[in-house]
């Protein structure tokens, strides 16, 4: 834009200096030449204008009409300016290979790429000298994917260094046609990415940490979720939790209209366990009498350490007869438990009561303190084991 407005006022300067000196020249015959043309005006007048329109016209033509030659030998020269400055100034490597795969150009990249001096260098060597081994049948594919495509993009590959070293790199090319239509030549951009690799490597491991960390804490919040609902020395769970599912339970049943039942346990003489053999020896026993709870407990049921000695089992849709089943049934498994204290084995025992929600109680406090009631009364009658419902 800058060039086509300077050529005007080139132009234009040019013209008025010739218009200038014409006009010089015609005033100076109408003055000096007395009786050339007997001095009419009028026809100085038109000799000026006819020889500024003739001179005017012949200029603007000649400028217009310049070599040709010389134009395209200036748009020749600008072009090819432009090119070198682009492909020595990219920060990539830009080459350009027959349609055999051998090097036609190459820029100063290129030779730094592959560490090599020079770029001439690679003039007429086979492109895939530069490709491992491995790399070879792969370029080959996508030398025939660009024949047939035109164009590849963004392909990676693993290329040669002088010293033998590989490298990755990321590669882009282009088949290049002739006027008729046939593939002259291939043009090649390549571009080291190993420190993009390098931290590509760098992010994958700190998100494989990331995520060994984060199922790490999944583990602990586990963990710490089952510590906070279970009881530590029976593996029951607490009463804290026991509460939260008598809730859900007591909202289902009344919604439902079925029913559900409690039954409070309560291992016999443990003080007398622990005064006579320890606290170890206690624990056993809470332990034994846990695990066989836990046995004949359904999934849908739900086990707890309600406190000390005392157990509480949350029967899901059970009745009151099905509450004294399984009070049985655990009764028959305990009379043939043992435990072990200084080589003696030793039989428990347990008292056992039980409620049934509605029969039993309007609420879930009313349903617990009948389930208790009924605990008692059975530890009243001194008969172990003895179970009643009431």
Not at 167 to 196: H, M, Y
Not at 337 to 347: D, F, H, K, L, N
């Amino acid at each position: 834009m800058k060039d086509a407005r300077f050529n005007q006022y080139f132009q234009k300067s040019f013209l008025l200096q010739i218009i200038t000196a014409w006009t010089v020249l015609v005033l100076a015959v109408y003055f000096i030449h007395e009786n050339w043309l007997q001095n009419n005006l009028p026809a100085f007048a038109l000799l000026w204008a006819v020889g500024i329109l003739g001179l005017q016209t012949s200029i603007r033509w000649r400028w217009n009409n310049l070599n040709d030659e010389e134009k395209d030998f200036e748009a020749r020269k600008i072009s090819n300016l432009i090119y070198h400055a682009v492909m020595n100034t990219s920060t990539d490597s830009i080459a350009v290979v027959d349609p055999f795969g051998n090097y036609i150009f190459a820029n100063k990249q290129t030779a730094v790429l592959h560490g090599y001096s020079s770029s001439e260098e690679f003039i007429g060597v086979s492109a895939f000298k530069f490709f491992s081994l491995d790399e070879v049948a792969r370029a080959i594919k996508y030398m025939e994917m660009t024949r047939a495509d035109g164009v590849i993009r963004n392909i990676e590959f693993n290329l040669l260094r002088k010293d033998g070293s590989t490298f990755p790199a990321e590669l882009s090319a282009a088949l290049v046609k002739n006027e008729l239509g046939l593939p002259v030549a291939f043009i090649a951009v390549t571009r080291d990415i190993t420190e993009r690799k390098r931290i590509t490597d760098q992010l994958r491991d700190v998100n494989e940490q990331l995520r060994k960390q984060l199922g790490e804490i999944e583990k602990l919040q586990s963990i710490l979720r089952e510590q906070a609902i279970q009881d530590p020395l029976t593996g029951l769970y607490n009463r804290r939790y026991m509460e939260e599912v008598l809730k859900q339970e007591f909202a289902r049943a009344s919604r439902e209209g079925k029913p559900f039942s409690i039954v409070m346990l309560d291992l016999d003489n443990l003080k007398t366990l622990n005064d006579t053999h320890g606290h170890v020896v206690g624990d056993e026993a809470l332990k034994l009498l846990a695990r066989q709870i836990k046995r004949l407990t359904r999934i849908e049921d739900t086990a707890c350490r309600y406190g000390g000695d005392e157990f509480l089992v949350i029967l899901h849709n059970a009745d009151e007869m099905t509450a004294q089943n399984r009070i049985e049934e655990l009764t028959k498994r305990i009379q043939e438990a043992r435990i072990t204290s200084v080589g003696e084995e030793m039989p428990i025992s347990f008292s056992a009561g039980s409620a049934t929600y509605p029969r039993n109680g309007d609420t879930v406090e009313q349903v617990i303190q009948f389930a208790d009631t009924a605990l008692y009364n059975v530890k009243a009658s001194r008969k172990k084991p003895r179970v009643t419902s009431q």
